[in-house]
């Protein structure tokens, strides 16, 4: 499996910036980086992906390292509605391009 | 589209009964995922297609497990006999190709062996 670590929870207060961080130390020039989320009571959800350049998109950023050995996702105003699981996965397209999900980072939004 | 469907939602069944999971993918979508979650045991990978062929089954608990696409817009999960420990959700996920590719979720079977 594609290793990545994150940390096992975090919280943050409604309204503010989150960043959710991943460490990623073994991956390969060809690997993408995805993030997805699970709500409770639902199945994991996409967020964002990219491969060397720092992408946006409407749900959040994601923010790549310069040696692509860790990245970050940032919810620029976290609520409510953001609290989940949050999962940092490798896409390999070496090994056949499998999803292999860790445990994720549980967020706690705080009104 | 609709996304990704499963069927049944629910599904409660007798330890010994066969189950059978159903999954129509994304129209389009070349690689097929299916998925097994627990608190326990998180998501865990049980197979993945690429073009209807199984390329990793690797993560198939046990020969009670078998999983079928016999052709690009239906997938079968099926475990002959059920045990209770096979209670979890589960999960079948498409994307296109390449690791750029977006991975779609179902809402997932609730699988209950009693």
């Known amino acids: 499996d594609a290793k990545t670590t994150q940390p096992n929870s975090m919280e943050s207060n409604e309204e503010e910036p989150v960043h959710l961080p991943c460490n990623h130390s073994t991956i390969s020039g060809t690997d993408y980086i995805h993030w997805y989320r699970q709500l409770p009571s639902q199945g994991p959800e996409y967020v964002i992906h990219?491969?060397?350049s720092n992408v946006n998109n409407r749900m959040a950023s994601l923010a790549i390292a310069e040696d692509r050995k860790s990245s970050t996702l940032i919810l620029h105003r976290a609520t409510l509605r953001d609290a989940a699981v949050y999962y940092c996965?490798?896409?390999?397209?070496?090994?056949?391009?499998?999803?292999?999900f860790g445990t994720g980072t549980s967020l706690t939004v705080i009104p | 589209d609709a996304g990704v469907i499963q069927s049944p939602r629910h599904e409660v069944t007798e330890m010994g009964q066969e189950v059978t999971l159903r999954c129509k993918p994304i129209s389009g979508h070349n690689s097929l995922f299916w998925y097994r979650q627990t608190m326990m045991r998180g998501l865990e990978l049980l197979i993945y297609f690429n073009n209807n062929v199984p390329i990793d089954d690797s993560g198939m608990p046990e020969d009670r497990f078998s999983a079928k696409m016999p052709n690009a817009s239906f997938s079968t999960l099926k475990i002959q006999p059920s045990e209770p420990r096979d209670s979890a959700v589960y999960f079948c996920?498409?994307?296109?190709?390449?690791?750029?590719?977006?991975?779609?979720f179902g809402q997932g079977t609730r699988l209950t062996v009693v």
């Open positions: 996965i490798l896409r390999v397209p070496n090994t056949g391009n499998q999803f292999y």
């Open positions: 990219g491969l060397t």
């Open positions: 996920a498409s994307s296109s190709g390449g690791g750029g590719g977006k991975a779609f």
